[in-house]
């Protein structure tokens, strides 16, 4: 598809194409009209559009998921680059669209992860554990979801692939770490638990064509669908210990470390404390290498404030010529 990329479009800048909805919300001026609040998405990432006028002819158009053409303009607004749509409609069967553009993808060779996620995970001698992985590897469906699913649909690696990058991202930490920093730790248990933290996500999140939260994503949550997706597992292995079991099940119930970030359970045993940890530095790393990669205001140095990690990002690097004295 010969389109403007969304994450490059300067503002001032007037463009027509085809791009993906990520998102579609209702909302009011100060003065009580309706627009249509939008996040459009292209393979390069995406950016927020309003759509002020003709509401009621536009609100029944189209949907989340849908494909769109737009004419639109890109304005300025608080510090970044917001789309002012002209024109809108649902895109048409004979219109030329590759929907393979306009979804964000891993910048990994996914072959590659999974193969060297696959050897970490070839290194477990505990014979319960090995036969927990190696029965998830002989799921075709699960492997295929593995492969495609993001990590979360805002916040951390949100594009396909991105789960199994930030698990591969994980694992090869954990594989350098216990042996010789933590061997007091279980190494099959950390290398374990560190592959299956995540794995409720395929469950949670959807990719087709949009990144979604399922309906069991919404009312259960990755927390609980994975914690199923491994008790449906192990009850297919004869004789698995009790006490393994809940070291695994704990594992997944306390990875987000904290009440406050959604954790059922604090985690309270050595190997969950890593695991825990090493999810949250994978996930903050990631979140700020897309926000100074993804922000459009090229003459300031830091990044807009970032409502998560509570702060603006420096994006000069050391090898950089020295930026302005304040």
Same mark, same amino acid.
Request: with cysteine; hydrophobic share 35%; proline share 5%.
């Given at each position: ?15 027509? &194409? ?5 998102s579609? =919300? ?11 609040? @939008? ?16 509401f ?21 607004y608080?510090?970044? %680059?917001?789309?002012?749509?002209? #024109?809108?409609?649902?895109? =048409?069967?004979?219109? /030329?669209?590759? +929907? ?12 590659? @992860? ?14 319960? @554990? ?11 469906s699960?492997?295929?979801k593995?492969t ?9 690696h949100?594009?396909? &692939? ?20 933590? %061997? ?6 950390? *290398?374990? &638990? ?5 794995l409720?996500? *395929? ?7 949009a990144?979604?939260?399922t309906?069991? !994503? $919404?009312?259960?949550?990755?927390? *609980?669908?994975?914690?199923?997706? +491994?008790?449906r597992?192990?009850?297919?292995? /004869? ?12 594992? *997944? ?8 970030? !959604?954790?059922?359970?604090? %985690?309270?045993?050595?190997e969950a404390?890593?695991?825990?940890? @090493?999810?949250n530095?994978?996930?903050k ?6 926000a100074?990669?993804?922000? #459009? ?16 990002? $420096? ?7 020295? !930026?302005?004295?304040?």
């Amino acid at each position: 598809m010969n389109q403007p990329r969304l994450r490059e479009l300067k503002v001032g800048e007037s463009f027509k &194409g085809f791009y993906l909805v990520k998102s579609k =919300r209702v909302k009011q001026t100060r003065e009580g009209s309706n627009f249509l609040d @939008l996040d459009l998405q292209d393979s390069s990432g995406a950016l927020n559009a309003k759509l002020w006028n003709d509401f009621e002819k536009y609100q029944g158009e189209f949907e989340r998921g849908d494909v769109v053409k737009i004419e639109g303009v890109v304005e300025q607004y608080r510090d970044q %680059p917001q789309i002012k749509i002209k #024109q809108l409609r649902k895109s =048409r069967p004979e219109d /030329p669209v590759e +929907l393979s553009a306009l979804q964000s993808t891993t910048k990994e060779d996914v072959s590659c @992860l999974l193969r060297e996620v696959k050897e970490i995970l070839a290194e477990i001698k505990n014979p319960h @554990l090995k036969r927990l992985t190696e029965d998830f590897f002989q799921d075709p469906s699960l492997v295929e979801k593995l492969t495609r699913a993001p990590a979360a649909r805002n916040i951390h690696h949100a594009y396909l &692939g991105g789960l199994l990058e930030h698990i591969w991202r994980m694992v090869k930490m954990a594989q350098a770490l216990v042996p010789k920093i933590y %061997p007091n730790l279980d190494y099959d248990l950390v *290398i374990t &638990g560190t592959f299956w933290h995540d794995l409720g996500k *395929i469950e949670e999140l959807t990719f087709s064509p949009a990144l979604s939260i399922t309906r069991a !994503g $919404y009312l259960e949550g990755h927390i *609980i669908l994975g914690l199923k997706l +491994l008790e449906r597992k192990i009850a297919l292995i /004869p004789e698995f210990p009790d006490e393994l079991r809940l070291h695994l099940e704990h594992i *997944i119930l306390s990875h987000h470390g904290e009440h406050e970030w !959604g954790s059922p359970v604090l %985690p309270s045993t050595p190997e969950a404390m890593l695991i825990h940890h @090493l999810d949250n530095l994978d996930a903050k790393q990631a979140m700020v290498s897309e926000a100074i990669e993804s922000d #459009q205001n090229q003459a300031e140095e830091f990044t807009g404030y970032h409502p998560i990690l509570g702060r603006h990002l $420096y994006k000069r690097r050391p090898g950089d010529k020295s !930026g302005r004295e304040e």
